[in-house]
């Protein structure tokens, strides 16, 4: 199970795929985790989330799934695990706070908030990286030999 789990083929377009959408994700996450690049922290954004009407067990995973998840995706370490993280961030952005903005993001500011079509390609990375894996170059390939 842990090879079909961290199976992955030699491609390096997955490499790209995998690498950028977990820089930009660690950019998020460490927001949220550590309070870089502007963000409120880790007891900021538990208590921001909570605000929101989520759980505090659901704020931690949300955190966490950011977070860790980035980082298994830059170096490729249960690369599959971490898009699910992700897909699952992006789908509960989308229905708790961006869809009722609806398609495009906001970039004149003329709209309330953004719309759901960055989160639409965070999906399409993470489905690309379910089904295929981290590929190339990934800690996923060297442990699944």
């Not at 820089?23 to 007891?43: C, I, P, T």
């Not at 980082?71 to 599959?80: A, E, H």
């Not at 989308?94 to 970039?107: A, T």
Request: proline share 1%; charged share 10%; aromatic share 12%.
């Amino acid at each position: 199970m842990l090879k079909r789990l961290m199976g992955t083929i030699d491609d390096v377009s997955l490499t790209t795929l995998r690498v950028v959408l977990g820089v930009v994700f660690f950019a998020h996450g460490a927001q949220k985790m550590l309070g870089w690049f502007g963000g409120f922290g880790f007891h900021g954004t538990m208590g921001a989330f909570t605000h929101m009407g989520m759980a505090a067990p659901v704020a931690l995973l949300v955190i966490c799934a950011e977070f860790f998840g980035a980082l298994g995706l830059i170096v490729g370490l249960l690369t599959r695990i971490a898009a699910l993280g992700i897909a699952g961030l992006m789908i509960g952005a989308i229905f708790m706070v961006h869809l009722q903005n609806g398609f495009f993001m906001n970039w004149f500011g003329t709209q309330k908030g953004e719309g759901i079509e960055y989160h639409l390609l965070v999906l399409a990375m993470a489905a690309a990286l379910l089904l295929r894996g981290a590929g190339a170059f990934s800690l996923d390939r060297a442990l699944s030999k």
